[in-house]
């Protein structure tokens, strides 16, 4: 499947062929009316008038596509933006969390602690629950084991 960037491409790449196979055959045209105006022969002016409005009516249509993928492309670069800062502050966060967690732990060279991750409630927030020898049990805490990271020191 394609992803939004070659969809983009292919119709940038369309558009743009379809701007040069205008030219041509416009000029073709063009040459074609003026022959046949030099020469007084059938409606030269009104083979020209027709081919001009058909010229800005494609211009339209190409100018107007043109806009809307601008479009699209602006709102998925300010998505990208908005995405990047969100990220950053969560790693701002979880580093501000580390440093805490490592203040939390340099308790003594003999003390035993346990932090607790709890990642669905408390948001990636590192807590600790108990200090020195005791600690609860999953039930006790209200988690499941897939909701938490432990980790022990001392």
């Known amino acids: 499947m394609a992803s939004n960037n070659e969809n983009r491409i292919v119709k940038t790449t369309t558009a743009r062929k379809s701007v040069r196979e205008l030219k041509r055959s416009t000029h073709a045209t063009l040459a074609l009316a003026t022959n046949k105006i030099n020469q007084g022969v059938g409606k030269g002016t009104q083979v020209?008038?027709?081919?001009?409005?058909?010229?800005?009516?494609h211009i339209d249509s190409l100018t107007t596509e043109n806009d809307n993928l601008r479009t699209e492309h602006a709102t998925s670069v300010q998505r990208i933006v908005e995405l990047e800062t969100q990220?950053?502050?969560?790693?701002?966060?979880?580093?501000?969390?580390?440093?805490?967690?490592?203040?939390?732990l340099a308790v003594g060279p003999n003390s035993r602690v346990?932090?607790?991750f709890h990642c669905s409630k408390m948001k990636h927030r590192p807590h600790i629950f108990y200090l020195a020898d005791t600690f609860?049990?999953?039930?006790?805490?209200?988690?499941k084991?897939?909701?938490?990271?432990?980790y022990t020191k001392g």
């Not at 609860?136 to 988690?143: F, Q, S, V």
């Open 136 to 143: 609860g049990t999953l039930e006790e805490l209200g988690m």
């Open 87 to 104: 990220i950053a502050a969560t790693k701002t966060q979880h580093d501000i969390a580390i440093a805490g967690m490592r203040n939390q």
């Open 145 to 150: 084991e897939d909701d938490i990271i432990t």
């Open 114 to 116: 346990q932090i607790v």
């Open 48 to 57: 020209v008038a027709e081919l001009v409005d058909e010229l800005y009516d």
